[in-house]
């Protein structure tokens, strides 16, 4: 049971977590202090110091929030998916959880290269856990479908950095924090057009009359 003193603090948590985002979305995270955070909350910085400690555990608490949605969605796709259905489905989630949370995902993107300098090795290989569920996950199905003749021979990378570059244009779009369906199936339609064979989206066409 959740008591009122913990659903405070986590209210308060949540609240810098979103200012801190913003922040570091539009000034660059190295760019941005713990005062400057406390002044877009309108507070003394040293509360910023007591629920996170420093800047880095704060950068930390948003790439944790940018990516544990898409690990734990991964891991709950079903088995015996077709080739083309887990990668639709894996479309979904990474462009599904950027437009749910878009200030952390750009933070994400945007401090990604440098996160072992930011963090540590500890903490960013915690983060990097995280990216390699999804990029394995990718990569292993796009090797399967090829392999089926179901996908054009591409490189699997160039596949997830075309999921990734999705990623990143939705979570520029503005949003209400739920991704909107017909945005989620325009990013199916430009990753599997570009990667199913035509035989086999015939053959699809085909089984859907």
Known sequence: MTTPDAARRTAKEQEILAAAAKLFRE???????MRDIAS??????????????TKAAVLFAIC???????????????????????????????????????????????????LERHLGPEKSETI?????????????????????????DLDPVLVLELIVGSSAWVHQRPS??????????????????GVVTARAQLAREGADR
């Not at 000034?27 to 202090?33: K, V």
């Not at 599904?96 to 401090?111: I, K, L, M």
């Not at 209400?176 to 057009?193: I, K, M, R």
């Open 27 to 33: 000034q660059g995270y190295a760019s941005t202090s």
């Open 40 to 53: 877009a909350l309108g507070g003394n910085h040293a509360s910023n110091h007591y629920y996170f400690g």
């Open 64 to 114: 944790d929030k940018a990516t544990q949605g898409v690990a734990l969605e991964v891991s709950q796709l079903p088995p015996g998916l077709s080739p083309i259905d887990e990668l639709s489905a894996l479309v979904r989630i990474g462009v599904g959880e950027a437009a749910r949370s878009p200030d952390y995902t750009a933070v994400f993107f945007q401090e990604r290269l440098w």
């Open 128 to 152: 990097r856990a995280r990216q390699k569920v999804f990029r394995d996950r990718v990569c292993t199905v796009v090797a399967t479908g090829t392999a089926q003749g179901v996908f054009a």
């Open 176 to 193: 209400d924090g739920e991704p909107d369906v017909a945005v989620l199936d325009q990013a199916v339609t430009a990753v599997l057009t």
